[in-house]
Structure formats: structure tokens, C-alpha cells
């Protein structure tokens, strides 16, 4: 039911784990369904220098999330949110139907982990 | 090492019982229903498979109907009692533990103006009966509960709740897929009006399934058409399956008890070392329950990526998550026992059967907490459920 793609990010997931000094984060989601994504995203000069995600969901959550940070990694905010969930679902050779949209928060929680990056920024 | 722990999903063909189909899949290839030796020889066939079946759950061989499958013969039970009974009465009563082969002809049922009461269980997935009495009314036909539930394993008091149907006159009917050939079932002992069960359930082939009706029992047919079964289910029949069925129900009548105290013991061994792990809920009724079958729900994480990490690992398990449903959402037999839908995504379920070993056990009781350890290293909850709402609501699941 999943792709090659999709069962490597699954089984062997990159960047997980906390950003204790995040300049972004982004959470999408809800335990109530089934699949939560918290997205930390770094920015230097508006580039995107560091992502890690933690995913509480089924293989194709997970894979998502993994795809979406390394997908991120040293491009320019504009460039990120430009990343759809459909180019996530591509980047893994593709999603099952029934998962393409519960399970496919990745682009969702990058767009607030660039929203909240923004806004801390106004602040200060 | 492999380890297939999914038996309530489906059971291996045995080798006699392939044996005993063969012939049917070849030279005896006759039609039941023809008056030369190659049909006779299939009916015959055919009624020695009734009655190795009506051995097995003690019943005449006259009360078994052979259907397709245990959802054909829940099907059947359900559409077949309501419109039979329907001048008398229109109202049906089901329960939150039932399979979609009883809530989904539940549903058709209302459409077609019949009213349908579900009874919720306990946290441990028991129906009390008086829970039962209290949802009859005087216009209650049917009352339909499952004998035992196949995702958290807990036996349903039947034969209580059949009583309380036969005082007031209302036909009573229990899926019996998942109790058939794995623990001892007598009709006339739990006296119910009709009972499903499936082949596939106890080594026999998939494509097989019975429906018992107790004598005298009027039913519609589901499939109409010519006088097979009696009248009350047309259709040339799988002569091969059928065979299979019968064969599989006489060998699981001899060895019943063997089987049941060996899958027990590996099941106690496996909820033993499970629950020494942290936050691991063990779901259905600590003793009243199916004796190979161990379900679970592992907190903060989720049913789908635990079963897709056994399987690397060559475990074969199953889950009420809502990923691994096509419908997205969580079980709603958990649901109804109270358990609250996050927990609900990390249930899983180990159902064991004659071929399992210790060996095995002790395999996945080293596997499994470093998954589950894994799976939480992953996790935004490994620590807790803390900040549950943030992110919004279920948007996505529209």
C-alpha cells in the first residue's frame, strides 16, 4: 500500500526530535484524529537552515513529515512556501487516497512554523 | 523469524482439509442438483459436510444453511428476521459491539422504516443484560449481539440475553464468526434462534460460511432464486468450500481443547510481558474472553505505525486505529467501551492459533517494547497528552 519511498522515511525517519532554540514552530493536527505534526523550523537571513519534526500518526504521517524536512532544508522562506502537499506526496512516489489529506500535514504545519517565525520576528 | 498473530483476521487452509476439497475442484465437479452420480456425489458431499458442521456447534444438520461468508450469513440473520417479522413489529435491537456485517443491514433497516436501538457496553466490551431488557419494547422483533467480540475479545453473556428474547417472544441471533472453533458453542445450551459463523475462522477455506436457523425459525432469503439450501439460500453451490467447511468443523471438534489451553498459554505469556511496559492499556474483559486473543492500547502513539514495524520484523498483528481503517476513523467498539479516541489510535491486537510457538512469544515480547520505544522517540506526546487541542480540530477529516 505504500511506496519504497514512503516506507524508507517511515522506518528510517530524518530529523526527528525537539528544537530546544526553534525560531519556528508550526503544529497541525489533532490526537483526535489520528495524526499530529509539530514542524521546529531555524531561519538565518530568510533561509531555512534547520528543520526537525515530531509525528504522533500512521506510516505516511510520519513519512510526510521526514520528506517535508529535508525538503525545506537550505531553501529561502518564499521558496518553502511554495512546497505543497501535493509536491510532498510526489517527493514520496506518492499516497495512498484515503491518506492524502489526513495524513499529509506537512505542508500545513510548515506554513505555521513560518507564520510563527514571522510574527516572533514583528515582535521583536 | 515470522509470526502470524492475526487469527481473527483469517486462519491458514490445513492440509486434510485441502485434501478433502480437491477432489470437488476436479473430477466431482458435478451440480448438487443433477440426478447422475457426479451430482449425487456432490449433495452427498454436501449433506456429510452439514452434519460435521451441526456436530461442531450441536445442532441438527436440517438447521444449517450454507451462505458465502459469516457477513453473507449476518446479512441473512438480520434483512431475513426483520421482513419476516416485520408485521408484528419494527423494532430491532444491536449492539456497539457488533461487525459491519450487522451494523451496516441495521442501518438498511431503518431506511426501510424499521427502528434500531444500539446498546453500548461496558469498559470491558460486556453487555449486561439487563441493559438489553431495558432497550425491549412491545414492538421488538430481532435482538442481535455478538458472541464474542473479534478486536477486544470479550465473550457476551448469549445465553442470558437469548433467555430474556425467548420469555418475550422475540427472535434472537449472535454472530458467532469469531467463537466458532475456538471455544465450545451449543445452540441448544445457549438457545439461540440462529447463529453466523465463518469457515476461515477455523482452518477451513475463505468463501464459506453457515447460517444456523433452529427448526421451525421462519426467515426471507437474502438470495432468491432456485431450491438449493432448502429454498432459503439459491445458488449453485461451492461444493469445494462447503466440503472444506465440513471437514475443517469435524477436526476442530476433536482437537478444541488442546487448542484452546495451548493459545492461552501463549497469550498469558504475551499480556504478561506487555503490561510490564509504561502506559499500555490492556482492552475487553480480563478473564471472559477469547483464550488466544490479546488486544491492547499503547499510549501516544498510533496503531498503524506499530503494525507496519512488526512487519519488518515479521509480527503480523491488527489495529483499530483510525489509519488503518479506510473509513479514518477510530474503532467504534472502543469508542463505545469509553476508551477516548487518541488512546484509541495505539490499540492493537494479537490473535494466536495452533501453528504459534513460545518461541515466538518470547521473540516479540523482545521486538515489540523497542518499537514502541522507538514509535514514542518520534512522538510530540512521548511525554504526555499535554496541549492535546492544540493544532485545531479534525479539518482534514471532512
Redesign the interface.
Known amino acids: 500500500m505504500y511506496t519504497k519511498e514512503v516506507m524508507d522515511h517511515f522506518m528510517n525517519p530524518r530529523n526527528v526530535g525537539e528544537m530546544p532554540d526553534a525560531d519556528g514552530i508550526g503544529v497541525e493536527g489533532n490526537p483526535v484524529c489520528g495524526d499530529v505534526m509539530k514542524l521546529f523550523i531555524k531561519v538565518k537571513d530568510d533561509r531555512i537552515v534547520d528543520a526537525k519534526f515530531q509525528t504522533f500518526g500512521c506510516g505516511a504521517a510520519i513519512a510526510v513529515s521526514s520528506m517535508i524536512t529535508e525538503m525545506v532544508k537550505g531553501k529561502t522562506l518564499d521558496e518553502a512556501l511554495e512546497i505543497s502537499k501535493e509536491k510532498v506526496a510526489e517527493a514520496l512516489g506518492g499516497l495512498p487516497p484515503q491518506k492524502m489529506h489526513c495524513s499529509n500535514l506537512g505542508a500545513d504545519a510548515l506554513r505555521k512554523a513560518i507564520e510563527d517565525y514571522k510574527s516572533k520576528k514583528r515582535q521583536n | 523469524m515470522e509470526c502470524y498473530f492475526d487469527h481473527v483476521a483469517t486462519n491458514p487452509l490445513r492440509e486434510e482439509v485441502l485434501e478433502a476439497m480437491m477432489p470437488f475442484l476436479r473430477e466431482e465437479f458435478g451440480n448438487p442438483l443433477s440426478v447422475y452420480p457426479l451430482g449425487i456425489k456432490a449433495r452427498e458431499a454436501i449433506e456429510n459436510a452439514r452434519a460435521q458442521v451441526a456436530g461442531l456447534i450441536n445442532s441438527k444438520p436440517s438447521e444449517i444453511v450454507f451462505t458465502s461468508s459469516g457477513a453473507e450469513a449476518n446479512n441473512f440473520a438480520l434483512r431475513g428476521i426483520a421482513l419476516a417479522r416485520q408485521y408484528e413489529g419494527k423494532h430491532v435491537i444491536v449492539t456497539r459491539m457488533e461487525h459491519h456485517s450487522i451494523l451496516n443491514p441495521a442501518r438498511f433497516l431503518e431506511k426501510l422504516g424499521f427502528t434500531v436501538t444500539y446498546v453500548n457496553p461496558d469498559k470491558y466490551g460486556f453487555i449486561d443484560p439487563d441493559s438489553i431488557k431495558k432497550a425491549i419494547t412491545d414492538e421488538t422483533i430481532l435482538i442481535s449481539v455478538i458472541h464474542a467480540s473479534p478486536e477486544v475479545g470479550t465473550i457476551e453473556p448469549v445465553k442470558e440475553i437469548a433467555q430474556i428474547a425467548k420469555e418475550r417472544n422475540i427472535t434472537f441471533h449472535t454472530d458467532g464468526v469469531a467463537t466458532v472453533g475456538n471455544i465450545p458453542v451449543d445452540v441448544k445450551d445457549l438457545g439461540v434462534d440462529l447463529m453466523s459463523m465463518a469457515a476461515h475462522q477455523f482452518y477451513g477455506p475463505k468463501g464459506a460460511g453457515a447460517l444456523y436457523i433452529r427448526e421451525g425459525q421462519r426467515i426471507i432469503p437474502l438470495i432468491f432464486g432456485g431450491i438449493q439450501e432448502g429454498g432459503r439460500r439459491a445458488g449453485t453451490e461451492n461444493v469445494p468450500a462447503i466440503v472444506g467447511m465440513g471437514k475443517a468443523a469435524e477436526i476442530t471438534k476433536e482437537e478444541l481443547h488442546r487448542k484452546m489451553e495451548h493459545v492461552k498459554k501463549l497469550r498469558d505469556r504475551l499480556v504478561d510481558g506487555v503490561m510490564k511496559i509504561d502506559n499500555v492499556h490492556f482492552t475487553g474483559h480480563p478473564e471472559n474472553r477469547l483464550p488466544g486473543h490479546a488486544s491492547f492500547c499503547v499510549e501516544?502513539?498510533?496503531?498503524?505505525?506499530m503494525l507496519?514495524?512488526l512487519s519488518?520484523k515479521g509480527i503480523y498483528a491488527a489495529s483499530g486505529?483510525?489509519?488503518?481503517s479506510?473509513a479514518?476513523k477510530?474503532s467504534p467498539v472502543l469508542l463505545s467501551m469509553g476508551i477516548p479516541?487518541?488512546v484509541a489510535?495505539g490499540s492493537i491486537v494479537f490473535s494466536f492459533g495452533l501453528e504459534n510457538t513460545m518461541e515466538q512469544i518470547e521473540y516479540t515480547l523482545e521486538e515489540f517494547p523497542q518499537i514502541i520505544k522507538r514509535l514514542r522517540?518520534?512522538?510530540?506526546?512521548?511525554k504526555g497528552?499535554e496541549g492535546?487541542?492544540?493544532?485545531?480540530?479534525?479539518i482534514?477529516?471532512k
Do not use: R, V
Open positions: 501516544f502513539i498510533e496503531g498503524e505505525g507496519l514495524m519488518a486505529s483510525a489509519c488503518t479506510k479514518l477510530a479516541s487518541h489510535h522517540e518520534l512522538s510530540p506526546y512521548a497528552w492535546l487541542e492544540e493544532g485545531g480540530t479534525c482534514q477529516k
